[in-house]
């Protein structure tokens, strides 16, 4: 119960962090703004201004496209909710369906064998799922989408008045 708690608890952190500064998606996908950076320091400014101003969708991006890659790899699903269910399966009934060991066909079965079983199966299932290919696909596209569209999109109006709050 108290893992719940927690889990609601960082996720209202996240929200009030991160998503806060979500912006509109007419903000966000607003065509009249966008232009071809005229040199490299433009298109510089551009990115370090807009990475800070979309950092909330683009962490809407990130998270949807981590989705994404899970859902379309039906392998590593299968791997991650075997070695996540079955962690919490032990953790949670192990306690209190083995207080005292017994034993199969001769062999005692104590919590710390269902863990080794657990990773004996789950760990070879998650390579074969090749979690790192997944991973590099998404920091690719990831990085692909955020440095596209924050080189492209033209700073508003107020990021001139950004510049002078924070030199005052």
Not at 46 to 61: D, M, V, W
């Amino acid at each position: 119960m108290e893992a719940v708690i927690r889990v609601t608890d960082a996720l209202k952190s996240f929200r009030e962090t991160r998503l806060s500064t979500l912006r509109t998606p007419a903000e966000f996908f607003d065509i009249h703004r966008i232009s071809r950076p005229a040199d490299f320091n433009t298109a510089i400014s551009r990115l370090t201004y807009n990475t800070r101003y979309f950092s909330g969708n683009y962490t809407l991006i990130v998270a949807a496209l981590a989705v994404y890659c899970i859902i379309a790899s039906p392998l590593l699903l299968l791997s991650l909710i075997f070695l996540f269910g079955g962690f919490a399966v032990i953790n949670r009934f192990g306690t209190t369906l083995l207080s005292s060991p017994f034993e199969v066909y001769g062999q005692v079965v104590t919590q710390k064998t269902l863990y080794t079983g657990l990773f004996v199966i789950g760990i070879p299932l998650l390579w074969f799922s090749s979690p790192f290919m997944t991973l590099f696909w998404l920091i690719g596209a990831s990085a692909c989408l955020i440095l596209t569209h924050a080189c492209l999109i033209e700073p508003g109006v107020e990021s001139e008045y950004a510049n002078i709050e924070g030199a005052v």
